[in-house]
């Protein structure tokens, strides 16, 4: 089992950027692919961004690709997403997952934080 828990979401202006991270504080992290996802208020969750075990393989949203980067630190048992070009849409609050598999899909992922907030401003 791995707890996770986001940080560094905020308040920022249209095109500025944001980096935020998740830490698991107990189980072994660097077993589990972590996911990205996102939910605006009135609006279904939305998959963001996932990154595999060892950090090779990185997928993105279509709505997030080419601005948003995911990575990660198994020695700091740390999941990072840099947010840039930010637009008002991106407005929700972001959480991470951990599951066995890199996917897509939310049922794929076992472990969930409690989320950050992130708004953008136009």
């Known amino acids: 089992q791995v707890q996770l828990v986001e940080s560094g979401g905020g308040l920022v202006q249209a095109g500025g950027s944001l980096r935020l991270s998740c830490a698991a504080s107990?189980?072994?992290?660097?077993?589990?692919?972590i996911a990205w996802f996102r939910q605006a208020p009135g609006k279904e969750r939305e998959f963001v961004a996932a990154?595999?075990?060892?950090?090779?393989?990185?997928y993105y949203g279509d709505s997030v690709k080419g601005r948003f980067t995911i990575s990660r630190n198994n020695g700091k048992s740390t999941v990072y997403l840099q947010m840039s070009s930010l637009k008002p849409e991106d407005t929700a609050v972001y959480c991470c997952?951990?599951?066995?598999?890199?996917?897509?899909?939310?049922?794929?992922?076992?472990?969930w934080g409690q989320g950050t907030q992130v708004t953008v401003s136009s």
């Open positions: 997952a951990a599951g066995a598999t890199t996917s897509w899909l939310q049922s794929n992922y076992d472990y």
């Open positions: 107990e189980g072994t992290f660097s077993s589990y692919a």
């Open positions: 990154i595999s075990w060892g950090g090779r393989g990185t």
